[in-house]
C-alpha cells in the first residue's frame, strides 16, 4: 500500500507562468485550467517551460496566492476563473461563482496579484 504526502510531484506540460491556474493532466502532468474548470492549484514561484518541475499551492492553502489576472480590476474585486489559467474580475459564463477577492489591483492583462481564495465546493463534471 503506497502513502501519499503533502503535493504531487508534477511536470508542466506546456508552458506555464506564475500565477496561473493549473489541473492535473496526464501522465502527472500540470496544465491550464479552463474558464470552467477551476484547476488543482497555482503555479507558485516561476514561468516553467515543458518538463519542468512544478511548484504549486494548492485550492486549500490557508492564505493568499499570487494569481494571474486577465485585465484590470480594483482592489476588493470578486475574482472569477477565466481562460489559460489567469482570473478576472468579469463572469466567463453566466452564475460563475466567486472564487476569490482581489488584495491588490491589476493594471491590466498579465500582472500578477495577491488573492485571497474561497475554496471551490463544487466542481464540473
Same mark, same amino acid.
Given at each position: ?13 506546456? =508552458? ?9 493532466? #496526464? ?5 491550464? =485550467?479552463? @474558464? ?10 516561476? @514561468? ?9 499551492? #494548492? ?17 476588493? =474585486? ?15 459564463? =453566466?452564475? @460563475? ?21 474561497? #475554496? ?6
Amino acid at each position: 500500500m503506497s502513502k501519499f504526502h503533502g503535493r504531487p510531484r508534477l511536470t508542466a506540460g506546456e =508552458a506555464l507562468l506564475q500565477g496561473q491556474r493549473i489541473r492535473l493532466g #496526464p501522465n502527472k502532468t500540470a496544465l491550464l =485550467a479552463t @474558464d470552467t474548470d477551476p484547476g488543482m492549484g497555482f503555479v507558485w514561484e516561476n @514561468d516553467l517551460a515543458v518538463g519542468d518541475e512544478v511548484n504549486s499551492l #494548492p485550492w486549500t492553502f490557508e492564505s493568499t496566492v499570487r494569481a494571474r489576472a486577465a485585465g484590470a480590476f480594483l482592489e476588493s =474585486a470578486p475574482l472569477y476563473l477565466a481562460a489559460s489559467g489567469l482570473v478576472d474580475d468579469v463572469q466567463a459564463n =453566466a452564475g @460563475d461563482p466567486v472564487i476569490g477577492y482581489a488584495v491588490e489591483a491589476s493594471t491590466g492583462a498579465g500582472d500578477v496579484v495577491e488573492v485571497q481564495l474561497i #475554496p471551490p465546493v463544487t466542481r464540473n463534471s
